[in-house]
């Protein structure tokens, strides 16, 4: 029988240089966790893995420079993950860049995280965490994407609002009914009467179903001034959008 020594560095065996762990991984942590400690913490004072934080470690990788730190995107991928399970996802300035509503690139990566809120600068980039009360999931993650930019609408860097609409009616254009469905739910259960306003809009642009709930949600003498273009949006005054 192997010891707990032994089963971690099997296990470190398998990762790849650069990925970032933490003491979960290991099978023997919930058990021993102490001696699980203990090992891990050795390996560390024997150089043959890093400390990134308190509880988090990395297979370091070897350059002509030296050993060279985790990747921004795998330091991003250890940010929205907790225990194994998704807990975040990547938003603002970051997510604008991602789809293509701006070309600038910010150093700070805001993450929507269930959890507290909490900045980290790790050199190459910062990390700054707000709070979601928002379950996370891997299947809902792409729509409280679009829904956080959504939101934004009015505030992405360098893009015409115009323009930022005719893009993510795009994206939205690829959702199947049971996404459209599950868009329309979150927007209604977590976001304000703007976001569900547009999603109304464009829901009614690609000549999707609107849910009767969607539709209810909003005040029928609420006016959303966005400044949109009629010529493009001709419909956009029976979602009171200005």
């Known amino acids: 029988m192997l010891s707990v020594a032994q ?41 043959k893995i890093e400390r990134l934080e308190k509880g988090k470690f990395y297979i370091p990788k070897k350059t002509v420079l030296g050993l060279s ?81 959504l939101k934004d609408i009015k505030k992405i860097s360098g893009s015409d609002i115009n323009q930022s609409l005719v893009v993510m009616s795009r994206y939205l254009s690829g959702l199947n009914t049971s996404q459209q469905k599950e868009l329309m739910r979150l927007a209604v259960n977590f976001y304000g009467p703007q976001v569900r306003a547009i999603v109304g809009l464009l829901f009614n642009d690609l000549e999707f179903h609107i849910t009767k709930t969607l539709s209810d949600s909003l005040n029928p003498v609420t006016v959303y001034k966005l400044n949109v273009d009629y010529s493009i949006w001709p419909k956009a005054a029976e979602w009171n959008i200005r």
């Open 7 to 47: 089963t971690i560095q099997q296990k470190i065996d398998k990762f790849s240089e650069g990925q970032i762990f933490d003491y979960q991984v290991f099978p023997g942590f919930i058990k021993s966790p102490e001696a699980v400690v203990k090992a891990v913490n050795r390996l560390v004072e024997e150089k």
């Open 69 to 149: 730190k985790p990747s921004d995107s795998e330091l991003i991928r250890s940010e929205i993950y907790k225990n194994g399970q998704l807990r975040g996802y990547v938003t603002g300035m970051a997510l604008h860049n991602q789809l293509g509503l701006t070309t600038q690139i910010p150093r700070t990566i805001t993450i929507a995280f269930n959890g507290g809120r909490q900045i980290k600068d790790f050199g190459t980039i910062r990390i700054r965490k707000i709070s979601t009360n928002v379950p996370v999931t891997k299947r809902n993650v792409k729509l409280l994407q679009y829904l956080d930019v």
